[in-house]
Structure formats: structure tokens, C-alpha cells
């Protein structure tokens, strides 16, 4: 197990270096690198040495970690074992092959040209969900599986018909009471402001870096090397937002409990829990009125003026959009409602792939209200499918809710945050999130996890009380 | 062999990371995740499985490169399998105590501190020669074989004899005719001089990365990968030549013919020769008269005006000191015969580690003339021994030998080189290097390369040629 997490953690670190270090010309000999790590790899975590050494372990009085290692440690190794070796040889192939082509037809915009490898996409990844079920479950459940154990479509057909009855609404009361506005801040003064905010919020030289990158994402290589990047748009102030998100990433995995280190346990738990940390970061602490005190300070600093109301209105506008990755909290949701209705249409074969670009354009003027005038600013705007990737989306959504579940039993139990972000004092909240959700790592799926940090299942009102104020309710 | 390439490249990678951007509280997860990487790529290289496909290769009818691909992973596998697995242990774990050992012993000045830790690194690599020694080879012989196969202690003592009659001389009539002058470079013209120099001889954004480190080093991830430190200390011009040093390192690697690439013939042949790719930058191009003109140019971009003499003067100044980093191309060799004397005779019994700083401070003496004040600055002053490493520190001098043979070759194949680096025309130089040293990689070992490259034997001859102008002879 100790061994899987290092490998684990050094794939990470070879994927950060092509995206952040890597001259341009190093892809080549780096995609055969990534190729041998990862086969090596799967190579450990399917040996059969792994399954003999657990059933040695049956039945055995183990003390609750190592049962909790021992119990994921089979459920990983069946899952894993579960796929024969030429289907995930299929799947890795067809994946760069889709996103390749994805990258040149969303260049070109042209669906039809992209089609094939999507329809590929689909085909193996149902035949992946099929050969991962359990019995009763779908192959979109056993996709989902992947990425979020135990959640299942039923929970998220449930949720995802709440909020796409109860937002639409709201978006349009939010277009009048709290419209977008723009702020043209100078990428200086961005940076300043990221810059001087996370080191407040305990981002030093020791043990974190912060770089740029085409698309902001974290990279863990250990509890004490953790690594965001974001990127700096002229005049807009994103970078606020995502340096933020970023941030709630990587304090998740610093904050689990050290005794899991270099166990299997030792990482977040799923993919919506995860989300959930880098959304209440970015929507309950970068979006609150309380902190943007404290934004508009460290932009002052950086050389740009700005009132903390002004910010503020800036951070939090709604305003319907085609594109996911610019949404606001309130519209951000329905972009993902849009996605999981559309990838379980295709995986259950409900849906043809060449059917996609209409159904998308209709999905989003019935959520969203929104005309789409391309298909590169609609369905193929992600790289997701193209990549291979279904039951990814979910998470997205599910993070928004969780982290308004969370952030509500965490007001509950110690106070309103109000006062402290005003003054940018945020070691309680990440006080609770270690002891109420990070510690753990993965010895709580998803749900459990859930209940136990708030005392509730998973539900959609919290994120609903969260919006309700920027459509004036 | 590719996967063994691929794992060897990631561990540059990762090595490369932590000593260029890891933020330094990420070391213990980094010792273990470059633990697990060495343990798989050990394992793969040891593995039966390579033995029998090796066997099953016997007597079959290869082409050329096959054959080659085929007798040096014999010879790697059989090398390596000769090693205990316990003594690769003990040899990893000693190297890193010993390391731990030296660092607190030189920082505190106490040899005593560091003589059991450097012992037992003696006696592992006593016993690490003596099972990978062939009939009829010594323990240090088999030693060299790991840095550089094929050289002997009885070529070492002929070359090394020579030297340390002729240089003593030299040195003395030097110090008059070219003594040390410093020149007080600020960093910022350092850095636009280094950068812009790079950026004249090929060194582009687009394959090449140019950082700083606490030490200069090179490491090559790919063909089209390539990464040099360097570092600025203020009021030197250090940086001038380790830039051109690292440069030549990078060089070799980059024009490995490209069938060879991913396999185990990919990389370069030896220390000693790898060492001379960058001595003959740093020595015979950016030490030159001739390309002072161009460095000159380039520092007075830099806001830095001087005169190309002075430069070049500053560049090749002769002072004996007590440290070899710093050394002088004409006093530098002397240091490595004093490092190869002493550890010959640790490794043979001849010399007990209790007795080594004061056979230090008489070879210092005998040598070069130089009184050693402490052993902090003497010798404790390289890592080497610390790490274990014996039958390392000869390559430094072989690779000054090397490069003024090679130099002299091409000289008298393609003309002087004169005219042409006075413009900072290298483009005929890094040909004939490719053509008749770096396409080789592997399939020719040192002393077989330098035959072929130069048409002689390796002698101190070139070598003694190119100092003597720096006595006025």
C-alpha cells in the first residue's frame, strides 16, 4: 500500500511537471514516462499478491485502521481485477485518442469530426460499467463507482430534479437583484492579492508552490508539498476565486490524519467530497461579503482600489451563460444537471451520439434559457467525454451541495463566520474541516461522510438557503 | 529496456524536482516515493525474466544495434545481479546516512564525527567491488566499471603520474604569467549574459530549461527535454563557465542518435566522457580568448562593460586553493589525482580513515602547495565519499584529458576554431561532436570512443598543450 501511494504521489508530480515545468517539446518521450509508470502501476495493484495477502487477512481481529485498510484495500483490488487487462489497454488508448480528436474539433468546430471517438468513448465505457457492477447495479451506478463509491443514479436523479425545479427561478430573480459586473483589475495587482490572501490563509515557501498553468488545478506529492496553480486573466478577477478553490484542494489532503500516510487511506475520499472542499473555499469564503473586506484590502495593496462592496457584487453577478467553467454559483449547477442527464442518456444508450449537439441545445434553453451558437461553446466545450470520463460530472454539482451542508453544521457548532473572515481569521473553519472531514481520509465514503459531518443525508436545501439571498429571498 | 529508460528518466525527473522546486518540507514523502522508484527499477533490472530473454538471444543472428542492445544489457544484468540484494541495501541505506553524516560533520568541522559513517562506506564498497570484480580485477577496478567500464587502476596511475610531474611546474610559472583577477559582475548581468549566451548556442524555450540550485547540474528527461542550473553568486563569473559546463553535459545527451532513444544504449557512455562534453565548453569555449569576445558582449548588454581581455583573464586566472569547485583549470586536476591516491588506498586497507585529513593535508602540500587550515575545508569539502561513491572522483580529471584531445582532433579536422567563436559560431563544433562522440551513446565505452574520435590513445599530451600557454610556455 505504501508503495501504490508513492507511485501514486509521483504520477502526480510527473503530471504537474508536464503542465506547469515541461518544455513544450518534452511531450513525446513524457506521454512513454506517464505510460510505464501507470502500467507499472496497475501492474502492483492487480497482482495476486495483493489478493493472497488478503486472504490471509480474513478473518483475522485487526484493529479498526487496519481493518479500514484491509476493507478498501479489497474493495479497490475487486474492483480493479474486474477489468480485463485488454479492456483497460482499450480504454487508456481510446482516451488520448478522444481527447486528440476532441482538441481539433472543438478547434474546428465540428462535431461530426469528433463523433466516432466519443461513440468509441461511449461503447467502452459502458462496457467498463458493465464488467464493474455489482449485482443490481447499472453500468452508469458502477461508472459513478469510480469516482464517488456508493453514490448511486437514483440519489442523484433525486437531487438533480430538486434543484432543476427549484433554480430557474431563482436565476431569474438573481439576473435583476444581483446582475454580473465586471472589475478590470490589472493581472499585477491580481497576483498581489492571491499572492499576500493565501499566505494569510497559511500558504508558505516551506511546504506549498503556487504556479501558473492553462487551467488551474492541485497536485499533492505528500502532506507537506503541496502544490495550486491558477492563472491571471486581464481585468477580471477569477484568479480570486480559483486561487481559492485551489486552496481548499490541497488543505483537504494536508489535513488528514498523518497515521494514514502511505496507506491506501491516506487521500481524499471521492471526487464530490473533494469538490465540496474546494467550493466552500471559493463560494462560502472568496464569495461572502465578510471576506471581500479583506480582498479589497490586499487589491488596494496590489495597486487597484476597489470597495469591498463593489467586489463583492463583483464576485457573486449571475448571469446565464453557455460555458460551464465561467458559471456563477447560482447557473453552475444546471450546466452539470445539463451533463448528467446527457451522459446517462448516451451510456444507457438512450441517446445517440449523433443526436448530442440537439439535445444539448435543447437542455440548455430548458435549464438555463441559454441559445447556443456552436457546438464548440456547447457540447464539445469540455474535455471529459473526450477524454472518457462519465460519472465524473456529477461531482461538480454535488460539491456545491455538500460544501453549503457543511458550511451550515459548521455554523452551527461554532458560530457564524462572519466576524472572523471580516478579519480574515479562518483557523476554526479549517480547525472543523480537520476534525469533522479531512482527518478521515478514506476510511468514509461519500455519504457516511456526509451524515456524520453534518448529522443529515445529503440534501439540496442548504445550497438552496445559500443562493436564496442573490435572487433577493 | 524501454521501461527501464522510461524509470530512469522519471527518476531524473523527480530528483531534478526536489533539488529545483519541491519546497523543502516535502523531503521525507520524497525520500520515500525516489525509495520506491529505485526498489521497481531495481527489480526490473535484476529480474530473471531479462536474463532469459538474454538467453534466448545467444547465438541468434542480430544486426549491429541489436548486437550492441543485446551485450551491454548482458552486462549490465550480469553486473547487477551480481550484488546481493542485501548489499544494495546496506549500500542505499549507509550512502544516505553517510550523506546525513558529512553534511553535520563539515558544518561542525569534526572529522571524528564523520569517520565511522565514512568506514563503513569504505568497508560496502570494499565489498561491493569484490563480488562485481571479473577474474584478474581489484576491488577499485570494479568500482570504476560503475562510472566508467573498461578503465583500470594501472591506466589511472600512468595518466595521473604524468600529470602530477608535469603540472607542479606549470602551476608555479602560472601564477605569475596569469594570476587570479576577479572582476565584480553583478547578478543581473550574469544572468542576461548567461541567458543570452545559451540562447545564441541552441538553447530555446521550447526544449530546454535553464534554472537555478544550490549546485549546478543537468538533467535530461528526454532528447528534447533538457534541463541545466546554474547559479549567480554575486561579484564572480562562476556562472559563465558552469552554464557553458552544463551546457555540455545537456549537449551530449540531445544528439544520442535517435535509434537509440529508449533504449539502454540511449544515454551517455561513461563519467569520464560525459565529463569531458562539458569541460570542452567550459574549457576550450567559454575559457577561450576567443569567445571572450562574445561573453564580453554579452555582460555589456547586461549593463556590465569589460573589455574582452580583462574577461578572458578573469576567466582562466591560476591560484592554487584548498577547493576543488573553485579550482583553476591547471590546478583542478591535481586535486582529483590527491582524491583518487586517498581513496585507492582506503579501498585497498593501504589507509585508515583515522589517518585520512592528515594524508590530505601531505597530499595538499605535495601537490599544490597549499596549506590546509581545517578539515571542513579540506577533506570534507565534497559529498562523494559521504554517499558512497569511490571510483567517481577520476572522471573529473579524465574528462579534462579527453576534452583537449577531442578538441585538438577536431581542430585538425575541420580547422581552428578561432575566428569562428569570436562570432559565437558553434554550429561546426556541436557537428563534429555529434558525429564522432555523441551518436554513440552507448555502443562504445570511453577508451574505444576515444580511439575512434581522435585516432589515438588516451594520453595527457592535448591536455598539457592546452595549459601551457597559461604558464607563457
Redesign the interface.
Known amino acids: 500500500m ?2 501504490l501511494a ?2 501514486s ?2 504520477g502526480m ?2 503530471t504537474w ?1 508536464q503542465l506547469v ?6 511531450a ?3 506521454a ?2 506517464l ?3 501507470a ?2 502501476t496497475h501492474e502492483r495493484a492487480t497482482s495476486q499478491d495483493v489478493g493472497e495477502w488478503l486472504s490471509e487477512l480474513d478473518g483475522q481481529d485487526l484493529d479498526e485502521l487496519d481493518a479500514d485498510i484491509a476493507r478498501i484495500a479489497r474493495r479497490d483490488w475487486d474492483r480493479a481485477r474486474r477489468v480485463p487487462a485488454e479492456l483497460a489497454v482499450e480504454l487508456a488508448q481510446a482516451s488520448a485518442h478522444g481527447q486528440e480528436s476532441w482538441r481539433a474539433a472543438r478547434e474546428a468546430d465540428d462535431f461530426a469530426a469528433f463523433a466516432p471517438a466519443l461513440a468509441r468513448n461511449v461503447e467502452l465505457a459502458r462496457a467498463h460499467g458493465e464488467c464493474q457492477a455489482e449485482p443490481g447495479q447499472s453500468a452508469y451506478d458502477a461508472l459513478l463507482g469510480d469516482y464517488d463509491y456508493g453514490l448511486c443514479t437514483t440519489d442523484l436523479r433525486r437531487l438533480f430534479a430538486a434543484l432543476a425545479e427549484a433554480l430557474p427561478p431563482l436565476v431569474a430573480d438573481a439576473r435583476a437583484h444581483s446582475p454580473k459586473r465586471s472589475l478590470a483589475v490589472s493581472v499585477a495587482a491580481q497576483q498581489a492579492a492571491v499572492a499576500s490572501t493565501l499566505r494569510r490563509i497559511g500558504v508558505n ?5 503556487v504556479d501558473v498553468s492553462a487551467h488551474p488545478f492541485t497536485a499533492c ?5 503541496s502544490r495550486v496553480t491558477t492563472r491571471y486573466g486581464d481585468g477580471d478577477v477569477e484568479s480570486l476565486l480559483s486561487s481559492l478553490h485551489e486552496y481548499g484542494h490541497a488543505l483537504y489532503e494536508r489535513q488528514i490524519d498523518a497515521a494514514l ?2 496507506t491506501n487511506l491516506g487521500t481524499g475520499t471521492s471526487m464530490s467530497i473533494h469538490e465540496s472542499q474546494s467550493k466552500l473555499w471559493e463560494n462560502h469564503v472568496a464569495r461572502s461579503a465578510a471576506f471581500a473586506q479583506v480582498l479589497a484590502g490586499e487589491l488596494g495593496a496590489g495597486g487597484y482600489d476597489v470597495s469591498p462592496d463593489e467586489l463583492h457584487a463583483a464576485l457573486i453577478g449571475v448571469e446565464p451563460s453557455p460555458i460551464r467553467v465561467s458559471a456563477d454559483s447560482l447557473t453552475y449547477p444546471l450546466h452539470i444537471i445539463l451533463r448528467f442527464e446527457l451522459e446517462l442518456a448516451m451510456v444507457q444508450d438512450d441517446l445517440a451520439v449523433a443526436d448530442l449537439p440537439g439535445a444539448w441545445r435543447d437542455g440548455m434553453r430548458r435549464l438555463l434559457g441559454v441559445e447556443v451558437d456552436s457546438d464548440a461553446l456547447g457540447c464539445l466545450q469540455d474535455v471529459h467525454w473526450g477524454a472518457g470520463s462519465f460519472g465524473y460530472f456529477p461531482s461538480y454539482a454535488l460539491g456545491c451541495l455538500i460544501a453549503a451542508q457543511l458550511w451550515e453544521a459548521m455554523e452551527a457548532a461554532i458560530g457564524p463566520r462572519e466576524q472572523d473572515l471580516r478579519r480574515g481569521e479562518v483557523a476554526p473553519i479549517q480547525l472543523w474541516l480537520a476534525e469533522n472531514v479531512h482527518r478521515y481520509g478514506r476510511r468514509l465514503d461519500t455519504l457516511p461522510l456526509v451524515q456524520r459531518a453534518t448529522g443529515q443525508e445529503l440534501s439540496v436545501e442548504p445550497f438552496l438557503r445559500h443562493v436564496a439571498p442573490l435572487a433577493g429571498r
Do not use: F, I
Open positions: 505504501a508503495e508513492d507511485l504521489a509521483l508530480l510527473v511537471d515545468m515541461m518544455p513544450g517539446e518534452g513525446p518521450a513524457r512513454h514516462q505510460g510505464t509508470l502500467r507499472l515557501d516551506t511546504s506549498w508552490r506529492m505528500g502532506p507537506r508539498d500516510d502511505r
